[in-house]
């Protein structure tokens, strides 16, 4: 469907909003241990909680903007030819968040005709709220961050993901390889969030090999707003994606040790 590019910070006012508005359910199951769960496979669990936190996202989005299309995890995808697509991951970080562990999160973003506009990310439990739309920077909670300035893969210390397979094949080379050259590695279980801490310098780079797009998609536009670079290669599941993301300067170093991403 076509039709005449919005303005970026309305669209992003409207993807905090949706966040927001998820986030107050997510937070009282989490604090009540109240998760319900739907399906346990050997490595991933599916909550009531994160079809409730997409309804309420997807609701709030159609209101405003009826027009756009939508990939969400657990919604599938609907209307992608359209010039405005939103991405959206109700609840990253579900393992956790089932265990009663405070690392999870509400992902969102937003594209225009293709590219990457519009990313929140919001940290319920620390009430933290990562934001960037295009040309326009990157904040959190609305001061500025920009991405850290480690120039030496062994002063660095990166994010590695094992998405919901056990740590082999791909996996487990990129956490040999990378655990051989770099200060430390951390593995935090949700990817949008060691994303966002690759955006305000908490994290060197962030590495992953198995995930998918609505993992990456609002973290990308953020790293890119806060100074860094990030790639995301087609994986041959639909929307499937291996990513790297890192300051300018580990960037290069970073795809030199892992020729097979």
């Given at each position: 469907?076509?039709?005449?590019?919005?303005?970026?910070?309305?669209?992003?006012?409207?993807?905090?909003?949706?966040?927001?508005?998820?986030?107050?359910?997510?937070?009282?199951?989490?604090?009540?241990?109240?998760?319900?769960?739907?399906?346990?496979?050997?490595?991933?669990?599916?909550?009531?909680?994160?079809?409730?936190?997409?309804?309420?996202?997807?609701?709030?989005?159609?209101?405003?903007?009826?027009?756009?299309?939508?990939?969400?995890?657990?919604?599938?995808?609907?209307?992608?030819?359209?010039?405005?697509?939103?991405?959206?991951?109700?609840?990253?970080?579900?393992?956790?968040?089932?265990?009663?562990?405070?690392?999870?999160?509400?992902?969102?973003?937003?594209?225009?005709?293709?590219?990457?506009?519009?990313?929140?990310?919001?940290?319920?439990?620390?009430?933290?709220?990562?934001?960037?739309?295009?040309?326009?920077?990157?904040?959190?909670?609305?001061?500025?961050?920009?991405?850290?300035?480690?120039?030496?893969?062994?002063?660095?210390?990166?994010?590695?993901?094992?998405?919901?397979?056990?740590?082999?094949?791909?996996?487990?080379?990129?956490?040999?390889?990378?655990?051989?050259?770099?200060?430390?590695?951390?593995?935090?279980?949700?990817?949008?969030?060691?994303?966002?801490?690759?955006?305000?310098?908490?994290?060197?780079a962030y590495v992953e090999s198995s995930v998918f797009v609505w993992d990456l998609a609002a973290g990308s536009i953020i790293i890119e707003e806060a100074g860094g670079k990030t790639c995301m290669w087609h994986k041959e599941r639909p929307f499937g994606r291996s990513c790297v993301a890192a300051n300018k300067d580990l960037f290069d170093k970073i795809?030199?040790?892992?020729?097979?991403?």
């Amino acid at each position: 469907m076509m039709n005449s590019m919005p303005n970026f910070d309305d669209v992003l006012v409207l993807a905090v909003n949706a966040a927001h508005s998820a986030s107050s359910g997510l937070r009282e199951t989490w604090m009540n241990s109240n998760a319900r769960v739907l399906k346990r496979t050997k490595h991933d669990v599916k909550l009531s909680a994160d079809i409730n936190s997409e309804k309420i996202i997807t609701e709030t989005i159609i209101k405003q903007r009826p027009q756009d299309g939508i990939i969400a995890e657990e919604g599938g995808e609907s209307q992608i030819d359209n010039d405005g697509v939103w991405i959206i991951d109700p609840l990253d970080g579900t393992v956790n968040f089932s265990h009663g562990h405070p690392h999870f999160c509400v992902s969102i973003a937003w594209l225009w005709k293709g590219k990457i506009s519009v990313g929140v990310i919001y940290d319920v439990v620390r009430d933290e709220l990562f934001t960037a739309a295009r040309g326009r920077g990157a904040t959190l909670n609305g001061q500025k961050i920009s991405v850290a300035k480690t120039v030496d893969l062994g002063q660095s210390m990166i994010g590695v993901g094992f998405g919901q397979s056990t740590p082999q094949g791909e996996g487990r080379n990129n956490f040999n390889t990378l655990g051989a050259e770099v200060q430390k590695l951390r593995i935090s279980g949700s990817a949008a969030l060691d994303l966002a801490y690759v955006a305000c310098g908490r994290l060197d780079a962030y590495v992953e090999s198995s995930v998918f797009v609505w993992d990456l998609a609002a973290g990308s536009i953020i790293i890119e707003e806060a100074g860094g670079k990030t790639c995301m290669w087609h994986k041959e599941r639909p929307f499937g994606r291996s990513c790297v993301a890192a300051n300018k300067d580990l960037f290069d170093k970073i795809i030199n040790l892992l020729p097979n991403m």
